[in-house]
C-alpha cells in the first residue's frame, strides 16, 4: 500500500476493490445524505452521539481519531466538534463520499483519505480511536477479518475500536425487510454476522464489549489489544 499527496489531499492506492459496490456509492453519495435524512431523521444525530460519549477520551484534549467507511464523514465530524485539536481522518473507498464530505464546513479539520479496509495505509499504534459504522456486515467474511486485523495494527495499547453495527428488528415485518437488506446490500455472510453477537470480534481482540444505543436500532461494539479488569471485577463478567 502506497500513500502519497495530490492537490493537497491525502489518497491511498488500492488494489483489489470492490469495484462495483464502490462505483454504486460513488453514484449515490449524490443523494445519501438527504436518504438519511428522511431514513434515520429522528435518531441518526443521537447514535453518533452516543457513539462519541462512547470513545470516552475526555482525558485527552488531541486523541487521534480514524473514522473507517466514514461515508459522507457525519461521524467523523462529530468527533472533531468534540475535540476540536484533535487529529481527525476520514477513510472511505467511495471517491464520491469522500467529495461530500471534504465539501461540509464542518469537515475542513479532517483529512480524508481514499481507500480499502482491509488495507490501512498508516503505521502500527496510530490512533487512539478507530470507529466503523454500519459497514462490517458489507465485506465479505475473509476481508472483513482482515480489516479488523488492520484495526487493531493501527490502534494504541490503550486505545479502543468502536464498531457500530445494526441490531435485528424483533417485528415480523421489519425483520424480513430488515433480511432482504442485508440479501442485497450485504455481502453472502451479512445475515450471520449481524446475528453473531461478538463472537467474530473475539476472533480478533482479547476485550470485547457490546451495548445497546438509546434507539435499539444499532449495537455498540467496543473492542480492545489488551483486556482492562476494572476495581472490583473479573474476566468472567464482562459481556
Known amino acids: ?107 475542513r479539520k479532517t483529512i480524508f483519505i481514499e481507500g480499502d479496509a482491509a488495507f490501512l495505509p498508516f503505521a502500527d499504534e496510530s490512533f487512539d480511536i478507530v470507529t466503523c459504522s454500519h459497514a462490517l456486515y458489507e465485506l465479505k467474511g475473509p476481508t472483513r477479518q482482515t480489516a479488523l486485523q488492520e484495526m487493531k495494527r493501527v490502534i494504541c495499547s490503550n486505545g479502543s475500536v468502536l464498531l457500530m453495527e445494526h441490531e435485528v428488528p424483533h417485528h415480523p415485518l421489519i425483520k424480513i425487510l430488515f433480511n432482504i437488506r442485508m440479501m442485497t446490500m450485504g455481502s453472502a455472510d451479512a445475515i450471520e454476522f449481524v446475528k453473531g453477537g461478538l463472537v467474530p470480534f473475539r476472533r480478533i481482540f482479547p476485550d470485547v464489549s457490546r451495548y445497546s444505543s438509546p434507539t435499539g436500532k444499532s449495537k455498540l461494539i467496543v473492542c480492545r489489544k489488551h483486556g482492562i479488569i476494572q476495581e472490583g471485577e473479573t474476566s468472567k463478567n464482562k459481556q
Open 1 to 107: 500500500m502506497r500513500k502519497h499527496r495530490e492537490g493537497g489531499k491525502f489518497f491511498a492506492t488500492m488494489s483489489n476493490v470492490r469495484t462495483g459496490r464502490r462505483n454504486y456509492y460513488n453514484v449515490f453519495s449524490y443523494v445519501y445524505d438527504a436518504f438519511i435524512n428522511l431514513h434515520a431523521r429522528r435518531y441518526a444525530g443521537d447514535t453518533r452521539n452516543f457513539l462519541v460519549e462512547m470513545a470516552n477520551q475526555e482525558e485527552k484534549s488531541n486523541p487521534r481519531i480514524l473514522d473507517i467507511c466514514c461515508g459522507t464523514g457525519a461521524v467523523i465530524a462529530a468527533f472533531a466538534n468534540r475535540y476540536p485539536e484533535s487529529v481527525t481522518v476520514g477513510y472511505d473507498f467511495s471517491r464520491g463520499m469522500l467529495g461530500k464530505a471534504r465539501n461540509k464546513q464542518e469537515s
